[in-house]
């Protein structure tokens, strides 16, 4: 399922926008700052692995990858004080988001998820940059915020890419006898039906009139982008941000097998 909801554009402009929010919040930060919702991290191994991750994918976009590039510590340029490692951050954010643009979405090309497209990435990144930016408030005593329809956006990548997140062996266990786990985001109008079948988990996204009623063994009702945290670990299933009717179990057995 390819459910792209914003242009290329429109990914590129928020990938440049949660940089930006990103190094801001942490260009005067403590660098050994604690990250509590990535726990071995501090403040500054959390823009290492972002801006890593940044010239990886531009990287890979630059040349139209058929397979996986790998990118050494050694190759990053990575400045010797942790105290400029915003700037750092800043800088390859930039060259990201200029290579982004410049890449022909349609180009057939290596992905680690279900789009093999150069347009997986400017979406990838979108989501990658949104959640360590949340990571990030979080680690400065913050209330993150994002963006309804970016939530929405990432909801719908999170659940497409699942399946292919091959270092996260715990999603083979997301299989069951047809049990189901409906998220309902009241704030959009939409829910998502998440059932986990016999080998495989299925998923829709639905947004006809009467969206917004549950239908699942397990039903959680939140905002959308508390919706989106939950589905990356960053809140849990008993947050009191979220409603919770039916079998707990189900939504247990979601949460703790589908952490990527």
Not at 53 to 80: C, T
Not at 144 to 168: H, I, K, Q, S
Not at 252 to 259: G, K, L
Request: aromatic residues 8%; hydrophobic residues 45%.
């Amino acid at each position: 399922m390819n459910c792209h909801r914003f242009t290329q554009d429109a990914y590129c402009d928020g990938v440049a926008a949660e940089v930006a929010l990103l190094a801001g919040l942490t260009k005067d930060a403590d660098p050994a700052t604690p990250v509590p919702s990535c726990p071995k991290w501090p403040v500054s191994e959390l823009l290492v692995h972002t801006g890593w991750v940044h010239r990886w994918a531009a990287g890979m976009v630059a040349k139209v990858a058929p397979a996986r590039l790998d990118i050494e510590r050694e190759e990053l340029d990575l400045p010797d004080h942790p105290a400029d490692h915003p700037v750092w951050l800043a800088a390859g954010g930039e060259a990201l988001v200029d290579t982004l643009r410049r890449a022909d979405p349609e180009a057939p090309m290596w992905a680690w998820g279900a789009d093999q497209h150069a347009r997986f990435w400017p979406r990838r990144m979108l989501h990658e940059t949104t959640v360590h930016r949340v990571d990030a408030q979080l680690a400065l005593g913050l209330a993150p915020t994002v963006d309804t329809a970016v939530a929405v956006d990432g909801v719908d990548e999170f659940l497409e890419n699942l399946p292919c997140a091959r270092w996260a062996p715990h999603r083979k266990e997301l299989r069951g006898n047809g049990e189901s786990l409906a998220l309902v985001a009241a704030d959009a109008g939409v829910r998502w039906l998440i059932r986990l079948e016999r080998d495989r988990f299925t998923w829709a996204h639905l947004e006809e009139p009467g969206a917004v009623t549950a239908e699942g063994a397990v039903t959680v009702e939140g905002a959308a982008a508390d919706l989106y945290l939950l589905m990356w670990g960053r809140w849990r299933p008993d947050d009191e941000r979220f409603a919770v009717a039916g079998d707990r179990k189900v939504l247990d057995h979601w949460a703790a097998h589908s952490a990527i």
